[in-house]
């Protein structure tokens, strides 16, 4: 069809499209072909006989050699009592017209004929057709026939001897470079018009090909990758965070807790001490403390981990005082209900900057930095709170469609959390980016669940970002 | 962080000069909180968690006087000796604490304030009224020494707010919607918390409801402030920041004298006192603010700030401040007056090298690899459900972490192998054309028993077309073995989810790493499936390990 299609483009041909029906015979039809019709068939035993029991055709007509099953004795005698040649009586079959028979065998062999120029592939009448189809021994095709017929312009060049026959190659085999049929021969120009089979390479998931990428962005700035449990202990998600035990976040409706297992260990007994000071009175930190009764039997509950915070808090309890930077890009749970804009699972990327001289104007450096390099434009910063730091921070960013939005979240962490972790000298500035949010932004999807897509097809046909500014 | 409603109005008049929109939507972020919507003239704004006193219009301006510079430094409280009471309250609600106010002038505008800050403390300090509930009373219609008691519920009966008739306690708790929200709070128990007054009069059921009688209306000149609670220093809390809003619109507070079971005076009003080394400010938000600066800032803020030595203020803490725990929290409040907009952002060159995470610097490379062998990465949710994991898997269950509160059937548990849902992308997209080939690289979960949880990072591959075997899949994972150098052995092995002679097991080292196998036709029906599938999965963690251990 590329061939036609072009000479068609070139006016050298006309292209006319029919539909056409076309009979051809069913099972049934070419049996009677062969064998003849019923009618046919039982007419001959009629003609001979006269008059028989129904009881007994099958019999006599095997005796005649006279191939009829059951099926088509009832079908016979329907057509041949039709035009009133039989009739059947108290289970007697009796031949009352001859005329009226050789009537019905004259019809009975025209439909035969017509059977056989079907199969030949020739045209029978409408009215024959019908009949055939209503008996069930044809059966109709609806198809498409393309005319291709050449144009006078085809047969103007052509007389004029301005269409030359030629060798044309579609494709290049290695038979034809070594034999060198490719000599003297045209190449088949390629039509650049038509569009090319899809092709569905491998290839990354595009929200994760992000994270790749502003994996690699803090890499380059210097941070370390640290890793801590999806399953946490409610010490390090919350306790260590100096977030009181009765905190709403810690709310059956802001975290996920565990039917199995439920319970934890730590063996650090001096940790918990220590966590317990600072919340009941604020430990050595000078800080007046949540003033309640601290249960360490509740800071080894498990939990979904509702923070990448957590990691953050485990590192600083692992390395200690020092000068380090450390981030983290994974998966925290909150008890939402999914839909477009709710996950009960998304992505953190967290982080913190350890040192004796590390101030907040390091951590809104670090936003500016961070901002740059993923394209977000300049970052406006509001006081915020959040439990663990202080002076708390959160950071805007101009959207081009969705205006100003929060996606800097951060602070100094507070003594009350460094100081049972063993860290008493240095400085930490922290944050905790909702990526999800501003992978969104980024790839320009406006559903959190599309980031979790389980349909192939998107998959397929997601544009990956190129990351060119 | 509750979100709280004011009429521009009505700051106007308790700040005592004209405000105009502008002014209150650049003022408010300056006090953390963020303007949702201006409506002709009310503002809506969130105020965050730890700042009670900016609940509503009266604490609102008070700030505001500040930063408009209005009036600095603390706010002076008139107070004396009022009212006596008695707690002889239930054991499970111990504490009462009370405060009164004189010289209340109201109207609809605030009355409707006053409601609000009740309704913010009950759901952020008082946690939904468990832990602290407070009341406010008409003082006129209540005859004092007033006295919190156990009651019988069915011997006692009062007339519920917004009720026409009375109601026995225990009614309450069935008939008024404010007893079908919270009767939990003290329906199991025998005797039912009550605030009454020396002639018997019923001022409320705490934590439930006030009574009609003693409500308070614009007529209202003098309240009576209770607060009950199982936690004695939030009801202390709770209560100065109470008596604190309500006397922006009034003259003076009374002090209350409680005895009984659990004596205590309240409220509290006398300020925190405590110092702030400037030389902290700079440690830690970086900028140098000079002490007069800084102590003006701070009377900005509404504290009040005195010179003391060297670098080094005297701080008073206004009694309704709940968030001022450490030296750290007055710095922010200082950084707050500089204005975080003028503190100048400052990058910090990195002193070492980054570095990715092993595992994860493992897993692109593999994912690479694997993206070269034609599949395409999805990215599935760890929450999913025993349904997905086990069920349609035909496979028995092993243990499994399950969560407590799902909020979703479809996201129970955490995921314990990955191939399920791969299984799952297939069934959701036959739409897709085939062949289809695809792959995660993901954590699971895995629980040995109580307290032994340990995750593993996997790599799971699935392929689907008209005709898909073994071959198939193992000629991927045999490519993967081979880029990355490592051996491995196949033993036959049987998998309920997979063909039996059809499956093996992926050995490295002489440990199980993995398998793969051809679905078995039933698991393919199971997920509405018609094309064979074949999977493999492979725990990139002990691939990691062995690696390691080989270099």
Not at chain 1, 277 to 297: C, F, I, K, N, Q
Not at chain 1, 373 to 384: D, M, S, T
Not at chain 2, 236 to 254: D, K
Not at chain 2, 508 to 517: D, I
Request: hydrophobic content about 40%; some cysteine.
């Amino acid at each position: 069809m590329r061939d036609v299609e072009e000479l068609r483009a070139r006016g050298l041909v006309e292209v006319r499209k029919d539909l056409v029906e076309v009979a051809s015979l069913t099972e049934e039809g070419a049996r009677y072909l062969s064998l003849k019709m019923p009618e046919e068939r039982l007419g001959r035993l009629l003609e001979e006989l006269e008059e028989f029991d129904l009881a007994d055709v099958a019999r006599i007509a095997s005796e005649a050699g006279i191939e009829l099953r059951e099926d088509e004795v009832k079908v016979g005698l329907l057509h041949l009592a039709r035009l009133r040649a039989v009739r059947v009586e108290g289970g007697r079959v009796r031949l009352v017209s001859r005329a009226a028979l050789s009537k019905a065998l004259a019809e009975a062999a025209a439909m035969r004929e017509a059977l056989a120029s079907i199969k030949e592939g020739r045209v029978v009448d409408r009215s024959t057709l019908r009949a055939l189809r209503r008996r069930r021994l044809v059966s109709i095709k609806r198809t498409a026939r393309i005319l291709v017929c050449p144009t006078g312009k085809a047969c103007r060049l052509l007389s004029e001897g301005r269409l030359i026959g030629a060798r044309v190659i579609t494709a290049l085999t290695p038979e034809v470079i070594v034999s060198g049929a490719w000599r003297g021969a045209f190449f088949k120009k390629y039509d650049l018009s038509i569009p090319p089979p899809r092709l569905y390479p491998g290839r990354k998931h595009p929200y994760l090909d992000f994270l790749d990428m502003v994996r690699e962005l803090l890499v380059a700035m210097g941070f370390e990758e640290m890793k801590g449990p999806h399953v946490e202990l409610e010490l390090w998600n919350f306790d260590v965070l100096f977030q009181a035990q009765d905190h709403p976040a810690r709310d059956i409706h802001d975290t996920f807790y565990l039917k199995y297992p439920e319970r934890g260990r730590v063996d650090d007994d001096r940790l918990l001490e220590r966590v317990k000071a600072v919340h009941e009175y604020g430990g050595g930190t000078g800080s007046r403390g949540w003033r309640y009764r601290w249960d360490p039997l509740r800071a080894l509950r498990l939990v979904l981990r509702t923070q990448t915070t957590a990691v953050s808090v485990r590192t600083l309890y692992e390395r200690g005082e020092g000068e380090y930077r450390c981030f983290a890009l994974d998966r925290v749970f909150r008890p939402e209900s999914l839909d477009a804009k709710h996950s009960m699972e998304f992505y953190q990327l967290e982080g913190i900057i350890v040192g004796r001289g590390v101030t907040f104007r390091h951590l809104l450096g670090f936003f500016n930095e961070l901002a740059r390099e993923l394209g977000l434009g300049p970052v406006k910063v509001k006081p915020a709170y959040f439990p663990f730091t202080e002076p708390s921070v959160e950071g805007f960013i101009k959207h081009r469609k969705l205006g100003w939005m929060e996606v800097f979240p951060g602070g100094m962490f507070r003594p009350e959390v460094l100081w049972p972790l063993g860290v008493r000298e240095c400085n930490v500035a922290a944050w905790g980016i909702g990526i999800d949010r501003i992978a969104m932004a980024v790839l320009d999807v406006d559903d959190i669940r599309l980031l979790f897509s389980q349909d192939l097809e998107f998959l397929r046909s997601w544009k990956s970002p190129l990351w060119v500014r | 962080m509750p979100v709280c409603e004011v009429l521009v109005s009505d700051l106007e008049r308790l700040v005592g000069r004209r405000l105009d929109l502008g002014e209150v939507e650049t003022l408010l972020p300056k006090l953390k909180c963020e303007v949702e919507y201006v409506e002709n003239e009310s503002v809506v704004y969130e105020a965050t968690h730890d700042r009670p006193d900016l609940f509503s219009a009266e604490g609102l301006a008070r700030a505001l006087k500040g930063l408009l510079r209005v009036e600095l430094g603390l706010r002076e409280f008139r107070a004396k000796s009022s009212i006596e009471a008695y707690n002889e309250g239930p054991e499970y609600r111990p504490y009462l604490l009370l405060a009164t106010v004189h010289g209340l002038r109201l109207d609809e505008e605030a009355v409707k304030q006053v409601m609000q800050l009740q309704e913010k403390l009950h759901m952020t300090y008082g946690r939904d009224r468990r832990k602290v509930s407070i009341g406010v009373y008409d003082l006129s219609r209540v005859k004092p020494p007033v006295r919190y008691i156990e009651a019988d519920p069915d011997s006692v009966s009062f007339r519920p707010l917004d009720f026409e008739h009375e109601l026995t306690l225990r009614e309450i708790l069935t008939r008024h919607p404010k007893g079908v929200q919270y009767g939990y709070l003290i329906a199991s128990y025998d005797k039912y918390p009550l605030l009454v007054d020396s002639e018997g009069t019923v001022l409320s059921m705490p934590p439930i409801i006030n009574s009609e009688e003693t409500r308070v209306t614009e007529e209202t000149r003098d309240v009576v402030i209770d607060v009950t609670a199982t936690d004695l220093e939030a009801a202390r809390g709770v209560l100065t920041v109470m008596a604190t809003s309500l006397a922006e619109r009034g003259e003076w507070i009374g002090v209350v004298r409680v005895s009984g079971k659990v004596a205590a005076t309240a409220p509290s009003l006398e300020p925190q006192r405590t110092s702030l080394d400037l030389s902290l400010v700079e440690k830690l938000a970086g900028i140098k603010v000079s002490p007069s600066e800084a102590a003006d800032y701070l009377r900005e803020m509404r504290f009040e700030a005195r010179i003391v030595g060297d670098g080094v203020l005297e701080v008073l803490v206004p009694a309704y401040r709940l968030d001022i725990l450490h030296p750290v929290d007055l710095v922010e409040e200082v950084v707050m007056g500089y204005g975080y907009e003028r503190v100048e952002a400052e990058a910090l060159p990195p002193q070492h090298m980054g570095r990715e995470h092993p595992l994860e610097k493992f897993s692109r490379r593999i994912r690479e690899i694997v993206v070269g062998l034609g599949f395409q990465e999805v990215n599935n949710y760890m929450l999913t459900s025993r349904e997905v994991l086990y069920t349609r898997m035909n496979a028995p269950e092993i243990p499994t972490v399950e969560v407590a509160n799902p909020r979703q059937e479809a996201f129970t548990c955490l995921r314990t192998w990955l191939i399920p849902q791969l299984v799952q992308v297939l069934s959701r997209s036959k739409h897709a054309e085939y062949p289809q080939r695809i792959f995660e690289c993901g954590d699971v979960v895995l629980v040995a028993g109580e307290g032994e949880v340990w995750e593993e990072r996997r790599l799971a591959l699935a392929l689907s077309d008209t005709k898909v075997t073994l071959t198939d899949i193992h000629a991927a994972v045999d490519a993967l073995m081979r880029i990355i150098g490592v051996e491995y052995e196949l033993r036959e092995r049987v998998h309920p989810s997979m063909i039996e002679g059809r499956t093996a097991s992926i050995l490295v080292g002489g440990v199980e790493a993995g398998f793969m196998g051809e679905l078995h036709p039933q698991v393919i029906l199971n997920w509405e499936l018609e094309k064979p599938v074949a999977a493999a999965e492979l725990s990139l963690t002990k691939l990691l390990e062995y690696l390691e251990e080989e270099a």
